[in-house]
T-cell receptor, first 112, second 116 residues
Framework: KAGVTQTPRYLIKTRGQQVTLSCSPI?????VSWYQQTPGQGLQFLFE???????NKGNFPGRFSGRQFSNSRSEMNVSTLELGDSALYLC???????????FGPGTRLLVL | AQKVTQAQTEISVVEKEDVTLDCVYE???????LFWYKQPPSGELVFLIR??????QNEISGRYSWNFQKSTSSFNFTITASQVVDSAVYFC?????????????FGKGTTLSVSS
């Protein structure tokens, strides 16, 4: 079974721009979560989507948003990018009534 | 509030040494899940093990073993006879019951360096 895939793998943007990251979960998984990893703050939960509905949200500003499509693929969007948004963004999926999240390779975002 | 503490920031060992990574957690939930993930330089988080709060049975899997003790809120991970390929950042994580959402709370990670 194919794992979680994320595109793009690397991205360079400038301050003020917006960016959209994509995540395809493991086949059959309907829950997708997003995490931000930075050297200073570590791994932090952004949000979780299940059946196209945001189920849980971390403590991030409204510039961070996401959505999930009917095929369970998810996108996250960051508007008005700031230098501090430079990070590794990880997506994870899990199966129905399963506790374990399986992670993708991540998207490395650099904001200049 | 939930919290995970990995007091060891970095550990360096020589191949074939045993190494234990410590994890202490805080939660007020009675049902919760504990995880260990490995992050090699490529960046992807690789799932290693999950433990439920109601299952304190410890486990050995090959060179890996885990020690879960609710009395001390600890979930430690031991690598026996370490190898260079074990070099990575190891994260301990906690989540509450999945019905309430599965946000993982991660520790800061322990960087393990195994030299030959």
């Amino acid at each position: 079974k194919a794992g979680v895939t994320q595109t793009p793998r690397y991205l360079i943007k400038t301050r003020g721009q917006q960016v959209t990251l994509s995540c395809s979960p493991i086949s059959g998984h309907r829950s997708v979560s997003w995490y931000q990893q930075t050297p200073g703050q570590g791994l932090q939960f952004l949000f979780e989507y299940f059946s196209e509905t945001q189920r849980n949200k971390g403590n991030f500003p409204g510039r961070f948003s996401g959505r999930q499509f009917s095929n369970s693929r998810s996108e996250m969007n960051v508007s008005t990018l700031e230098l501090g948004d430079s990070a590794l963004y990880l997506c994870a999926s899990r199966g129905l009534q399963q506790e374990t999240q399986y992670f993708g390779p991540g998207t490395r975002l650099l904001v200049l | 509030a939930q919290k995970v503490t990995q007091a060891q920031t970095e550990i360096s060992v020589v191949e074939k040494e045993d190494v234990t990574l410590d994890c202490v957690y805080e939660t007020r939930d009675t049902t919760y899940y504990l995880f260990w993930y490995k992050q090699p330089p490529s960046g992807e988080l690789v799932f290693l093990i999950r433990r439920n709060s109601f299952d304190e049975q410890n486990e050995i899997s090959g060179r890996y073993s885990w020690n879960f003790q609710k009395s001390t809120s600890s979930f430690n991970f031991t690598i026996t006879a370490s190898q260079v390929v074990d070099s990575a950042v190891y994260f301990c994580a906690l989540s509450e019951a999945y019905q309430a959402g599965t946000a993982l709370i991660f520790g800061k990670g322990t960087t393990l360096s195994v030299s030959s």
